[in-house]
């Protein structure tokens, strides 16, 4: 019963100090912060192959394999 009552006390407490989020004291800084997403594409390798395994016919579009940058 015991064990119970506390790990019911430690969720309650641990559930309440991550609701509040982070606290940055002084505010925010003098520089600008974010992030970008870029959607990036590496032609030295093919992605799909020219003939699609499935249906036998010329892959069409863009074959460059795609690669997706997060940039902060």
């Known amino acids: 019963m015991r064990k119970r009552l506390l790990v019911l006390l430690f969720g309650l407490v641990a559930q309440t100090c991550f609701a509040a989020g982070p606290a940055f ?39 460059a394999r795609p690669l997706q940058a997060l940039i902060w």
């Open 25 to 63: 004291p002084g505010g925010p800084g003098p520089y600008a912060v974010g992030l970008r997403i870029a959607q990036l594409y590496d032609r030295s390798r093919a992605y799909p192959n020219k003939i699609d395994l499935v249906t036998g016919l010329p892959t069409s579009g863009e074959r």
